[in-house]
Each structure stands twice: as C-alpha cells, then as structure tokens.
C-alpha cells in the first residue's frame, strides 16, 4: 500500500524522515511502508541469513548476508524512482565498506548484490513474483531467491543472457545455487526455521 503524498525523487526519498520506526521502499516515487512480517517470516530471514553467513568462509569469499537494510535503486519503465529493500542481501564486504559514510543504497550505476532472497508473504506475492522478479533482472543480480513458505516451495532464480531462468525446490529436495555450489539446504530444513 502506497502513502499517498507528493511523489519523491531518489535524493528525496534518501532524506525523507516521518519520526517514526517505519521502513519504506519507494515505488514509481511513491512511499510504501514495509509491513511487519510474521514471526515465520521473520524466523526464515533470521534462520537464512545466519546459514547464508556461514556459507562464504566455506567458500574462502569475503561476502556478507544482510537482513532487511539495504536498498538497491530499480531501473522501472517511469519517470519516478523505485527503491526495493530485500529480506536478503548478499554483498561483498568492500562494497558494504564503501557504503559507510552514505545511505545503504545500491545505486544504478554500482555493481549488484551477488544475490537477493525475499521470503513471499501474503501481502507480498505479486510483488515478489512478477515486479522484483523483472527489476532485478534488470539490475543483473546474477541470483535471486524466492522462499515462499505460503506455498511449500523455494525458487532460485539465476540470470542468463539478461532473463531469470527459475527452478523450483520441494521439500527436501537440495537447493541448489551458482553462488553457493557446496549448499547443503533444503526448503524443510527452512521451514522448520
């Protein structure tokens, strides 16, 4: 659900402050408050994050996952800005570095997450499904990941030549990622998260 104020640009949107704890992502320049998400919403995000953490040591990368708290600026088809805030963020630590001394904002003309994960809730659906799933094409996340709980399933989205191809995991079938090849992680074992 979109605030109905006076449609933002970027800049402004990175300076907008209500005075209150609310977190927005800004779409086509209009504000949309991010709900808070049930507690197996929230326990999925906190259970990934802690795995996907562990993940690159395993791998010898200097990578780090991050709940909820940053935004990567979407190119849409409009005039106005959109700002999407995934559940999941997997950055290298020299670009969460570089992000220091400014908004935590990936900008258009900066390198993309390595990957993104947004665990699908009722109210999220649609966006989830169709709008990010273009835009972060669009963005060349080379990963995206879809854990819907709602329907039983985890999807890994992987770009090739600019277009997701997606393949969809069951219970305790082995996800399986280009980013993490070693990924020993089924959708039961997040589901019990």
């Not at 933002?8 to 402050?17: D, G, I, P, S, V």
């Not at 690159?56 to 005039?79: D, F, H, K, Y």
């Amino acid at each position: 659900m979109a605030i109905r104020t006076q449609r933002l640009t970027f800049e402004a949107y990175l300076a907008y402050n209500d005075h209150t704890d609310t977190r927005y992502e800004l779409v086509d320049g209009e504000l949309c408050p991010m709900s808070l998400g049930t507690g197996k919403h929230t326990a999925i995000i906190r259970f990934l994050s802690k795995y996907l953490e562990q993940q690159p040591e395993a791998l010898q990368q200097n990578w780090v996952a991050i709940p909820a708290m940053v935004g990567v600026r979407s190119p849409r088809g409009t005039r106005w800005d959109t700002v999407r805030i995934p559940d999941i963020t997997l950055l290298p630590h020299a670009q969460l570095k570089a992000l220091e001394a400014r908004e935590c904002v990936i900008d258009l003309h900066e390198l993309p997450p390595l990957l993104v994960v947004e665990v699908v809730s009722e109210s999220t659906k649609s966006v989830d499904y169709r709008a990010k799933w273009v835009e972060y094409a669009a963005l060349n996340i080379p990963e995206y990941w879809m854990i819907d709980y709602l329907d039983q399933v985890a999807i890994v989205c992987v770009l090739d030549e600019g277009r997701y191809q997606d393949t969809v995991f069951r219970e305790g079938a082995l996800i399986a990622s280009p980013t993490f090849p070693s990924l020993n992680l089924s959708p039961a074992q997040v589901w019990m998260a």
